[in-house]
């Protein structure tokens, strides 16, 4: 399985940017995908997952009531949907298969990863 993220790009803080991942093939529709995030000089984190039907979600602290994960199964595509954008939002956005059909905000539970999207939040 393949994982193609995009939607990326640079704004400026208080905008919104929806970002896109893609699974090659239908594997991924049994399993919880995620969103996880790179800032430089700093560890990979969570940010989002979903679980495989869509009815779990489970977000970061920081981005609570800001980000929106969904996911589309016919397309073996999730989103991530993030409004009021910070500074602090800035990094490599990651999207994630898991192992199993529950996350579990492990990055070791992640069976496999996109390529990474660039997001750049200018204040």
């Known amino acids: 399985v393949q994982l193609q993220a995009s939607g990326g790009g640079l704004v400026q803080a208080g905008d919104s940017l929806k970002l896109s991942c893609a699974a090659s093939?239908?594997?991924?529709?049994?399993?919880?995908m995620g969103w996880f995030r790179q800032a430089p000089g700093k560890e990979r984190e969570f940010v989002a997952e979903i679980n495989w039907s869509g009815s779990s979600k489970t977000y970061e602290d920081s981005v609570k009531g800001r980000f929106t994960i969904s996911r589309d199964n016919a397309k073996s595509a999730v989103y991530l949907q993030m409004n009021s954008l910070k500074p602090e939002d800035t990094a490599v956005y990651y999207c994630?298969?898991?192992?199993?059909?529950?996350?579990?905000?492990?990055?070791?539970?992640?069976?496999?990863w996109g390529q990474g999207t660039q997001v750049t939040v200018s204040s």
């Open positions: 093939r239908r594997t991924s529709s049994n399993n919880a």
């Open positions: 994630a298969s898991y192992l199993r059909a529950w996350g579990s905000r492990n990055q070791y539970d992640v069976r496999y």
